[in-house]
């Protein structure tokens, strides 16, 4: 198997770039419905036996119950985000929406007009371009990569990226076919609502910001998850090789961060946190235990772990986990944080980006 590494890092013809791409704000918004693993599996049509939060480590997650969907979960998250940047909607350049789902208005997938120029609109963003990209789980750092290209060349001032997943259903499809540890819809299970965003916006060259974007593509595994429309069931139905996926992650994600790494000059041992996919509790530990094995050194703090409250939230689950670690003052100006994304196709992407005092700011925290 021949696997081609990318670092998408953009530069001019002298090599150098005369921008940087901070962090301006985060966002997210969660349904205020909570539903606990217990409750769920309870739910199940068969009795399948299985103990689903101590293989996982979900006690719950936020789910809609029709007072949300794609739409009004981004939208929200992108106000939330605006609110503790200080910047106004009509700053905004470029909006690009990332989320895997598109309902609006129930299950109905809104292919077009575009999610991102329902959401600019909807914010007051009239003048900013907008275009919608779909990555599976890696949409949103997906969204970020090219933003900070565009922002680095000075195309763009100010963009934002923003997700809305309403992806509860698939967990209410599977519990009416799940009957045993094998299923392939047993990930279903694990997933949660949420939208989010992040505001990037350009500032000085060597100011904090996003220090490098990482990304590759190992296509031997693009078939290890799948979901589409089947039978009666509303909204999708999604088919999960759990295991071979995680196998797949394991083995490859050490190869980017080390690449990454290597070019920026630094050691595992400066990255201060980890935001990985939030899949599973265990996954999480498992991977970062191969991580720390293959660099013989570990980050300064444990990984951060969201999925017990809130799920697999999919493409805006780094988003959500990075907003839960700002509002509870858990990263401090100048630390630096990895947002490595896994995702079905198989992605995998990194994003290395340093916090400035201005961001830990807007979430009430001064260091």
Not at 145 to 166: C, D, H, K, M, P
Request: proline share 3%; glycine share 8%; net charge negative.
């Amino acid at each position: 198997m021949v696997k081609h590494w990318l670092v998408m890092e953009t530069e001019n013809p002298d090599g150098r770039l005369p921008f940087h791409t901070r962090v301006a704000g985060a966002g997210r918004h969660l349904p205020a419905t909570r539903l606990t693993t217990d409750d769920l599996m309870a739910a199940t049509r068969h009795t399948t036996h299985i103990d689903l939060e101590r293989l996982t480590g979900i006690h719950e997650r936020r789910i809609s119950v029709g007072d949300d969907d794609s739409y009004t979960l981004a939208t929200t998250a992108a106000q939330d985000a605006l609110r503790h940047s200080g910047r106004t909607a009509e700053s905004i350049d470029v909006a690009i929406s990332c989320s895997i789902t598109k309902f609006r208005d129930g299950l109905t997938q809104w292919l077009e007009p575009t999610m991102s120029s329902a959401v600019a609109r909807a914010l007051g963003a009239g003048t900013a371009m907008t275009f919608d990209l779909a990555n599976a789980c890696a949409g949103m750092l997906t969204g970020v990569t090219v933003a900070n290209n565009w922002i680095r060349q000075g195309l763009i001032e100010r963009a934002l990226i923003v997700s809305g997943e309403y992806i509860s259903q698939l967990g209410q499809n599977a519990a009416q076919h799940i009957h045993n540890i094998m299923s392939k819809e047993l990930a279903s299970l694990t997933l949660g609502d949420a939208g989010a965003a992040l505001l990037l916006e350009r500032a000085p060259a060597g100011s904090a910001g996003i220090r490098l974007a990482g990304f590759t593509t190992v296509a031997d595994y693009s078939r290890l998850c799948l979901a589409y429309p089947k039978g009666d069931d509303p909204g999708a139905r999604m088919f999960t090789n759990s295991r071979g996926i995680q196998k797949a992650a394991i083995a490859d994600t050490p190869l980017l961060l080390h690449e990454v790494l290597d070019t920026l000059g630094l050691s595992i041992h400066d990255i201060d946190h980890v935001i990985t996919h939030q899949t599973s509790a265990r996954a999480i530990r498992k991977g970062m235990a191969e991580v720390m094995a293959s660099f013989g050194d570990s980050p300064r703090h444990d990984a951060v772990i969201t999925v017990d409250k809130y799920g697999n939230t999919a493409s805006t689950s780094h988003t959500v986990a990075l907003v839960e670690e700002l509002e509870a003052g858990r990263i401090r100006p100048g630390e630096t944080v990895a947002l490595i994304a896994l995702a079905s196709g198989l992605e995998i992407g990194i994003v290395l980006v340093e916090i400035d005092e201005e961001l830990v700011a807007g979430y009430g925290h001064r260091h």
